[in-house]
């Protein structure tokens, strides 16, 4: 579809570098021979919106047989995000649900008082070599949110609004942007969406969300007549109309935010919560092994192990 967000969309030199609230350069994090590039947490700042955890993954390859397969393991009081480039994963949680995400498409598991889940994969590894790209994030869930039950939701590369127009194409994945909405259930104001630009294209940010981030996934743009490289993450002052410009190679982004927060949020492990005492009764149920008698059980077709509890 045409995409005309603004009648001025802007220049990238309109704004002063003091517009860049917070720049963030992402610490790698190796997963045992599997290094991420992890942006959120940061010291700099917890989130930006709802989301406070921003992975990337790879690019790598896998020789046959090897790949990224992680055992089932517990959430509460967020929602995942897993947004494919390239490769794929199977997942499988504790809701039932059993599905092979591939690039383009969406997976949204919303924890809620809590759910289990794996992702084995991908799926091509024991057919030969294999390679896996891509961003994993989760969005923190309001208060009213954290103890409802949980849900996944799958949402097929078709069903995510495209919005393209000179030199510029976004996929809106999950929230509302540019007069856009994506399927997926959101329990906050939230937007988050991939941008590919040709070279020298213009992106004007959504101006109607409080918190605003990009996150650099390739290529390079220009904010304020600096350039800033792949593999940064920026959060802008709210309030301002941010546009930015793609360098001669071109940049794929991934843009991001929503509401702010009126109430902190504690993260441990692979839980978030609005008190320490909800992270405390999470870990004593993980640890007690109670499976389908409390708040967690293990998935269909994947319960004959589990990661335990961190020390």
């Known amino acids: 579809m045409s995409w005309n967000p603004a009648i001025d969309p802007g220049y990238p030199d309109e ?12 610490r790698a994090v190796d997963l045992g021979g599997f290094e991420v590039r992890r942006a959120l947490p940061a010291p700099q700042r917890q989130m930006v919106g709802p989301f406070i955890f921003f992975d990337q993954a790879g690019p790598a390859e896998f020789l046959t047989g090897h790949g990224v397969f992680v055992r089932p393991h517990p959430h509460i009081g967020l929602g995942t995000v897993t947004y494919l480039f390239r490769g794929d994963f199977h997942h499988r949680d504790s809701t039932g649900a059993d599905q092979i995400i591939r690039p383009g498409e969406l997976n949204w598991m919303v924890a809620g008082r809590g759910v289990t889940h794996s992702e084995r994969g991908p799926s091509t590894a024991q057919g030969g070599p294999n390679g896996l790209f891509g961003i994993q994030t989760w969005l923190a869930l309001p208060d009213a949110q954290e103890d409802m039950a949980p849900l996944f939701e799958h949402h097929g590369k078709a069903a995510l609004p495209v919005i393209e127009d000179r030199g510029v194409s976004v996929r809106l994945i999950l929230g509302d942007a540019y007069g856009e909405k994506a399927p997926a259930t959101m329990y906050s104001q939230t937007f988050y969406a991939e941008v590919k630009l040709d070279a020298g ?22 904010v304020a007549g600096q350039d800033f490289e792949a593999g940064r993450m920026m959060v802008f002052r709210p309030g301002d109309r941010i546009t930015v410009a793609a360098g001669d190679r071109g940049a794929r982004l991934m843009i991001l935010g929503g509401a702010t927060f009126s109430s902190p949020r504690y993260l441990w492990w692979n839980f978030v919560a609005s008190s320490q005492e ?6 004593a149920e993980w640890r007690a092994q109670n499976w389908g008698r409390g708040r967690f059980d293990l998935p269909v077709g994947d319960r004959d192990e589990h990661i335990p509890l961190p020390d």
């Open 15 to 26: 704004v002063g570098l003091d517009a860049i609230e917070t720049l963030i350069v992402p």
């Open 201 to 222: 294209g213009r992106l004007p940010m959504p101006h109607d969300h409080e918190d605003r981030g990009i996150y650099i996934v390739e290529g390079s743009i220009s």
């Open 278 to 283: 909800r992270i405390e009764a999470a870990k």
